[in-house]
Structure formats: structure tokens, C-alpha cells
């Protein structure tokens, strides 16, 4: 009986504890439970990014980056920005190894240089992808997917290029020649929108038209303009016919894009034979997507590909034959040997979310980073050497019949993106883990957890499974607490084992945050806020403990707490004073430039 009643107060205090906690987090004063909730996402995939792309039957095969940097454009006497003929020889380039598809992560719409250099740079795309031997009779043009098919069955390469973002129906058109230009380019390639507003966070892998309408309404919203007549034409398209949902109806064009990742990604499928259980995967689905249509647009939801944005997966795991060819090739620094280091060992695991969760623009923050990017990557200059020397055969194994993604690296672009795994990357790399992604997960990708309520007068609370998950680990959290003090103020508790308790609690505190995180995970969903539940650990502990006569551990928790708190704000302070624009990582060398030097 006695028993009973001490669990009925310890559930009692832990509803209240949590209720309050609730309510701080949807008030969410000076945004701290977005930013830690950010800094949770952070947290979660540096320490889950050693255990990508390894699971059982995993594709070998990564996407190779190639990376025109500076120490590429002055190797090659090219100035800034490259003229089309640099482009022209790079494609040549890459489709001589026959890889599966080419990726350019530019857009080329520059009026700048001399008509017959653009004009040479689209009949070379053009050979690249056999627009002369598309099938006849087919409007190989009317849809990515239908101009991607086409390619595939004439035996060419896919060549992605990028186009810019918002459409034109939305925004200004900056001159005649660019316009004439990307048609031309989308008359023998595949552009792919490169921008989006939510980059690099998320993305995503399908572009509709409604997308772009709801997104460009978001946008004059904050600026408190009104919507061009144009784009709300987006939303709407009257054509006869049913429509395929509220607000859309089909029209001849192309009623959709495919991001870059998805677009190489639907080639892997395209060139992929045909299994038995091609009705379970996400190739099998997009082989049996129709090209064009009305049914397109309602297949598509039946893909399992999030229904909004998703976030990128990141690995940290760099190609071990990679990194060996890398010793061979490169004069390597001192970081990029540490890239073994990153084991799949708990202990690994253990500390770098010690980094993470005690430092956030502090200097041991570095010691989290992964020199070595996860896809294999090649300056452009060493690899054209290369694939004339006697490492031609190793070289080729990285582009033959992969995806081959091409992007700028240059110390006066403004293509950089920052991640938490590898710190500041070219943005080329983040198109690649995108598509990695899809190659390693299908539709499992990443996103957020469920609404609770989907239809009815609750659904405008928006409380989703993922905020449930939250309040139940906060409470097991005040349960486990508040049981603890009563066990701690017991009559006849020695000093020693009272230490031996709040260890364990914390301990069992960690374990109920790492249940979390691996349901998570298991789900597909964005992680837990691990970070807010982490203080709120803390602070439930130190105050609840507190009140216990004659012991002191409670003041020295506050005091250390307070200690790293004050270092962590003055060391944000030094660094907000002190900084500088981030500089991109040096030029990698050859063995024999540094020989030379």
C-alpha cells in the first residue's frame, strides 16, 4: 500500500513537471526549442553518420565527385567564370568512361563569351545524349522522365544541367539570350531546378507545379507583395480534363522537375533490369510511372517519397580503396589521415556526442569533423592526368558506370554549403548524399513524423508523433527523477550511495534518450529534440535535489553547470567578435607539385 501511494505522488509530480515543460516548449521563449531543436538534428547525425551505408546488402557503388577548384582552373590556364568550351571538353571528358549519367552543378545562362563556344557546347551535349537517335515519333521533350527514357534507349548519357529558380513565370527574365540559351540546353539535356528555398536543410526529390506556386505565395508573402499574375497561373492551368487534385489541373507541358539527385537516380532505374519485386521498390514504381498525364501526378503520391520537404542523410565513412588511391596521388595533410579513424566502435560513438553536446561554436566543435568527404572525389586536373597515367584503370573504376556530379570549388564562389559531419563543403556534395540517399534508402528517406490529428477541429493543434515521443520521455525522465529524490531522502541513505543513485539516474536517463533515438531512426523521422531533453535532465535533477538537508552535490551540479554555460557564452562571444569569412580548405597537391616545392 505504501508503495502505491509513493508511485501515485512520484506519477502525480512527473505529469506536473512535464505539463510545465509542455507548455515552455510551445510558448518557446527567445526560440530555444528551435534552435535546440536544430542543434538535436546536428547531434543525431554526427553520431549515426559512421553507421550509413553499411547495412547488409548495400550498393558498392558511390557517386564520384569531381571538383573544379582554383589549383584546377590556374593548372589549366582557365580564367573565372569558365568559358563554355572548359565545359565542353569536361563532358567530353567524363562520357568517354561511359558513366551512367553526368551531372553539372551549374547554371550555365552567362551571356559572356562567344556565340559559337555556346553554340559547340550544346551540339557536344547533344552527341553525349544521342538527341539524334531519340525515338522518332515520341515528345521526348514533354516531361524529365519521357526525355530521360529517351536517352537511355538511344544509348546515350545523361547529361543534368541546372536551371534556375523560381521559373520564369514567376520572376523577371534577365535577357534574350539567356532565355534562347536554356531552351537550347533543354533541347539535348535535362535541367534540373538547383535553388530552393530550403536548402541545404532539405530538399526535395520532386518538384511539382503546386510546389512552386506555394512556395513563391510564401515568399511575396513575407515581403508583403502581391503574387505575379504569371505564377498564379501556376496553380491553375486550365486544360480540359479532370483535374488530378484541388487546385491543379493537367496541362501538355512539363507539370513537374526532378531535383538532380532524383533525376540521377531515376537513370540507375531506368537502366537497372527488371525484378520480381519491382512493385515493392521505388525503381520498380518509377519504371512503371507513366511519362506524361494526369496519372502521373496521382502515382506520384503513391511512390512513399516524403509528401513534403526531407532532410539529407549524412555518412562519414569515406571509400577506403578511395582514401588509399587519395595516399598515392595527393600529398595529404594531417586531418585527411585522421578520416580512418572513424570506426563504427561505441567509444567513437560515445565522444563525439560529448563534442556535440558540450560544445557549439567552440573550438573542440573540429574535433567532430570529417576531412574526407564521403563520396569519392577528384580535382579535375589531376584526374585528366590521371586518366592518361598508370593509375588509368583505378581512376576509371570511379566513373564507369556511375554518377558522375560536377560542381565548383573555387575561394570566390559563394557554392559552399556547412554540415555538421565535414564542417564547409562544396555545394555539389550535398546533390550527391542526396543521392546516395535514394540509391541506399529508396523511399525511406528521412522526414517528419506523423500528425497526431490529421482531419478534424484537433488538427489545427498540429501536435505530431514525433512531439509525443518528446513529452513521454520527459516525463519517464520526472518520474525517474522524482522517484530518485524519494529514494535519496530516505532515512539511513549513506552519502555514498546517494551519489550511486543520481549516476544511475542519469544513466537510465541516457538510455531512455537513446530508445528514443533509435525509434527514430527505425521510422524514418526527424530526431527528437535530445538536446532540450538533455537540460531538461539537468534542470529537473538540480532542482529536485536541491532541497536535500546537508548534501551539496545539488550546488556543485548548479556551479559546473553554470561554468559551462558561462564558457560556452563567452566563447560564442569571442568567436561572433573575431570572425572572418570562413575560407575554403586549401588546394590538395600532387606528389610531384610537392616534391617539386
Same mark, same amino acid.
Given at each position: 500500500?505504501?508503495?502505491?501511494?509513493?508511485?501515485?505522488?512520484?506519477?502525480?509530480?512527473?505529469?506536473?513537471?512535464?505539463?510545465?515543460?509542455?507548455?515552455?516548449?510551445?510558448?518557446?521563449?527567445?526560440?530555444?526549442?528551435e534552435?535546440?531543436?536544430?542543434?538535436?538534428?546536428?547531434?543525431?547525425?554526427?553520431?549515426?553518420?559512421?553507421?550509413?551505408?553499411?547495412?547488409?546488402g548495400?550498393?558498392?557503388?558511390?557517386?564520384?565527385?569531381?571538383?573544379?577548384?582554383?589549383?584546377?582552373?590556374?593548372?589549366?590556364?582557365?580564367?573565372?567564370?569558365?568559358?563554355?568550351?572548359?565545359?565542353s571538353?569536361?563532358?567530353?571528358?567524363?562520357?568517354?568512361?561511359?558513366?551512367?549519367?553526368?551531372?553539372?552543378?551549374?547554371?550555365?545562362?552567362?551571356?559572356?563569351?562567344?556565340?559559337?563556344?555556346?553554340?559547340?557546347?550544346i551540339?557536344?551535349?547533344?552527341?553525349?545524349?544521342?538527341?539524334?537517335?531519340?525515338?522518332?515519333?515520341?515528345?521526348?521533350?514533354?516531361?524529365?522522365?519521357?526525355?530521360?527514357?529517351?536517352?537511355?534507349?538511344?544509348?546515350?548519357?545523361?547529361?543534368?544541367?541546372?536551371?534556375?529558380?523560381?521559373?520564369?513565370?514567376?520572376?523577371p527574365?534577365?535577357?534574350?539570350?539567356?532565355?534562347?540559351?536554356?531552351?537550347?540546353?533543354?533541347?539535348?539535356?535535362?535541367?534540373?531546378?538547383?535553388?530552393?528555398?530550403?536548402?541545404p536543410?532539405?530538399?526535395?526529390?520532386?518538384?511539382?507545379?503546386?510546389?512552386?506556386?506555394?512556395?513563391?505565395?510564401?515568399?511575396?508573402?513575407?515581403?508583403?507583395?502581391?503574387?505575379?499574375?504569371?505564377?498564379?497561373?501556376?496553380?491553375?492551368?486550365?486544360?480540359?480534363?479532370?483535374?488530378?487534385?484541388?487546385?491543379?489541373?493537367?496541362?501538355?507541358?512539363?507539370?513537374?522537375?526532378?531535383?538532380?539527385?532524383?533525376?540521377?537516380?531515376?537513370?540507375d532505374?531506368?537502366?537497372?533490369?527488371?525484378?520480381?519485386?519491382?512493385?515493392?521498390?521505388?525503381?520498380?514504381?518509377?519504371?512503371?510511372?507513366?511519362?506524361?498525364?494526369?496519372?502521373?501526378?496521382?502515382?506520384?503520391?503513391?511512390?512513399?517519397?516524403?509528401?513534403?520537404?526531407?532532410?539529407?542523410?549524412?555518412?562519414?565513412?569515406?571509400?577506403?580503396?578511395?582514401?588509399?588511391?587519395?595516399?598515392?596521388?595527393?600529398?595529404?595533410?594531417?586531418?585527411?589521415k585522421?578520416?580512418?579513424?572513424?570506426?563504427?566502435?561505441?567509444?567513437?560513438?560515445?565522444?563525439?556526442?560529448?563534442?556535440?553536446l558540450?560544445?557549439?561554436?567552440?573550438?573542440?566543435?573540429?574535433?567532430?569533423?570529417?576531412?574526407?568527404?564521403y563520396?569519392?572525389?577528384?580535382?579535375?586536373?589531376?584526374? #585528366?592526368? $590521371?586518366?592518361? *597515367?598508370? /593509375?588509368?584503370?583505378? &581512376?576509371?573504376?570511379?566513373?564507369? %558506370?556511375r554518377?558522375? +556530379?560536377?560542381?565548383?570549388?573555387?575561394?570566390?564562389?559563394?557554392?559552399?554549403?556547412?554540415?555538421?559531419v565535414?564542417?564547409?563543403?562544396?555545394g555539389?556534395?550535398?546533390?550527391?548524399?542526396?543521392?546516395?540517399?535514394?540509391?541506399?534508402?529508396?523511399?525511406?528517406l528521412?522526414?517528419?513524423?506523423?500528425?497526431?490529428?490529421?482531419?478534424?477541429?484537433?488538427?489545427?493543434?498540429?501536435?505530431?508523433?514525433?512531439?509525443?515521443?518528446?513529452?513521454?520521455?520527459?516525463?519517464?525522465?520526472?518520474?525517474?527523477v522524482?522517484?530518485?529524490?524519494? #529514494?535519496v $531522502?530516505a532515512? *539511513?541513505? /549513506?552519502?555514498?550511495? &546517494?551519489?550511486?543513485?543520481?549516476? %544511475?539516474?542519469?544513466? +537510465?536517463?541516457?538510455?531512455?534518450?537513446?530508445?528514443?533515438?533509435?525509434?527514430?531512426?527505425?521510422?524514418h523521422?526527424?530526431?527528437?529534440?535530445?538536446?532540450?531533453?538533455?537540460?531538461?535532465?539537468?534542470?529537473?535533477?538540480?532542482?529536485?535535489?536541491?532541497?536535500?538537508?546537508?548534501?551539496?552535490?545539488?550546488?556543485?551540479?548548479?556551479?559546473?553547470?553554470?561554468?559551462?554555460a558561462?564558457?560556452?557564452?563567452?566563447?560564442?562571444?569571442?568567436?561572433l567578435?573575431?570572425?572572418?569569412?570562413?575560407?575554403?580548405?586549401?588546394?590538395?597537391?600532387?606528389?610531384?607539385?610537392?616534391?617539386?616545392?
Amino acid at each position: 500500500m505504501q508503495l502505491r501511494r509513493e508511485l501515485a505522488a512520484c506519477f502525480v509530480v512527473a505529469v506536473i513537471v512535464t505539463a510545465i515543460a509542455a507548455i515552455i516548449a510551445v510558448l518557446d521563449p527567445m526560440g530555444l526549442d528551435e534552435a535546440s531543436d536544430r542543434h538535436s538534428a546536428g547531434v543525431v547525425g554526427r553520431m549515426t553518420a559512421p553507421f550509413y551505408g553499411g547495412e547488409p546488402g548495400a550498393p558498392p557503388h558511390r557517386p564520384t565527385v569531381v571538383l573544379v577548384s582554383d589549383a584546377t582552373l590556374q593548372e589549366m590556364a582557365t580564367p573565372w567564370p569558365p568559358p563554355r568550351g572548359f565545359y565542353s571538353d569536361l563532358v567530353r571528358t567524363l562520357a568517354a568512361e561511359r558513366p551512367s549519367a553526368i551531372f553539372l552543378d551549374y547554371m550555365l545562362v552567362s551571356e559572356f563569351g562567344e556565340p559559337s563556344e555556346r553554340q559547340a557546347f550544346i551540339q557536344t551535349v547533344g552527341e553525349v545524349t544521342r538527341v539524334a537517335d531519340w525515338p522518332k515519333g515520341a515528345d521526348c521533350r514533354s516531361t524529365p522522365l519521357h526525355k530521360l527514357k529517351c536517352i537511355v534507349q538511344a544509348g546515350g548519357v545523361p547529361v543534368i544541367l541546372g536551371k534556375q529558380f523560381p521559373p520564369d513565370q514567376c520572376g523577371p527574365i534577365t535577357g534574350k539570350t539567356m532565355s534562347m540559351d536554356m531552351i537550347a540546353q533543354d533541347g539535348v539535356a535535362l535541367l534540373a531546378p538547383l535553388g530552393w528555398p530550403d536548402l541545404p536543410d532539405a530538399y526535395r526529390p520532386v518538384l511539382t507545379r503546386q510546389d512552386y506556386a506555394a512556395a513563391m505565395n510564401d515568399a511575396y508573402d513575407k515581403q508583403g507583395a502581391a503574387l505575379m499574375e504569371s505564377c498564379k497561373a501556376l496553380r491553375t492551368i486550365e486544360v480540359p480534363g479532370d483535374a488530378t487534385r484541388p487546385g491543379f489541373a493537367w496541362h501538355g507541358g512539363a507539370q513537374y522537375d526532378l531535383s538532380p539527385a532524383m533525376a540521377a537516380y531515376a537513370v540507375d532505374c531506368l537502366r537497372a533490369p527488371a525484378r520480381p519485386d519491382d512493385g515493392k521498390t521505388l525503381c520498380g514504381a518509377l519504371r512503371a510511372l507513366p511519362t506524361e498525364g494526369p496519372a502521373f501526378r496521382e502515382t506520384l503520391d503513391r511512390l512513399g517519397l516524403p509528401a513534403e520537404k526531407t532532410s539529407v542523410i549524412w555518412g562519414s565513412r569515406p571509400d577506403p580503396k578511395k582514401l588509399a588511391l587519395d595516399h598515392r596521388i595527393y600529398a595529404v595533410s594531417k586531418e585527411e589521415k585522421d578520416c580512418d579513424r572513424e570506426t563504427r566502435s561505441p567509444l567513437r560513438l560515445l565522444s563525439v556526442g560529448f563534442v556535440q553536446l558540450s560544445s557549439a561554436i567552440g573550438e573542440h566543435e573540429a574535433a567532430a569533423k570529417v576531412a574526407c568527404p564521403y563520396a569519392p572525389t577528384f580535382d579535375y586536373a589531376v584526374l #585528366r592526368d $590521371e586518366l592518361s *597515367g598508370p /593509375r588509368a584503370g583505378e &581512376v576509371r573504376g570511379y566513373l564507369t %558506370g556511375r554518377t558522375v +556530379m560536377v560542381g565548383a570549388a573555387q575561394s570566390g564562389n559563394n557554392d559552399w554549403i556547412s554540415n555538421v559531419v565535414h564542417g564547409r563543403q562544396p555545394g555539389v556534395q550535398f546533390h550527391a548524399m542526396a543521392y546516395d540517399n535514394l540509391v541506399r534508402l529508396g523511399p525511406n528517406l528521412q522526414r517528419p513524423p506523423p500528425d497526431v490529428f490529421e482531419d478534424g477541429p484537433l488538427s489545427d493543434l498540429n501536435l505530431d508523433w514525433g512531439e509525443v515521443l518528446e513529452f513521454a520521455c520527459a516525463f519517464s525522465i520526472a518520474l525517474l527523477v522524482e522517484h530518485t529524490r524519494r #529514494r535519496v $531522502e530516505a532515512q *539511513g541513505v /549513506r552519502r555514498r550511495d &546517494v551519489l550511486r543513485k543520481i549516476v %544511475g539516474l542519469f544513466l +537510465m536517463s541516457c538510455i531512455v534518450l537513446t530508445t528514443a533515438v533509435i525509434f527514430t531512426q527505425t521510422r524514418h523521422w526527424e530526431p527528437v529534440n535530445i538536446v532540450g531533453l538533455f537540460g531538461f535532465t539537468i534542470m529537473d535533477g538540480v532542482i529536485s535535489f536541491w532541497s536535500i538537508e546537508g548534501f551539496s552535490w545539488s550546488a556543485i551540479l548548479c556551479r559546473d553547470a553554470v561554468v559551462v554555460a558561462w564558457r560556452n557564452g563567452v566563447r560564442k562571444a569571442r568567436a561572433l567578435l573575431r570572425r572572418r569569412p570562413a575560407s575554403p580548405p586549401p588546394p590538395r597537391t600532387t606528389e610531384n607539385e610537392a616534391s617539386s616545392s
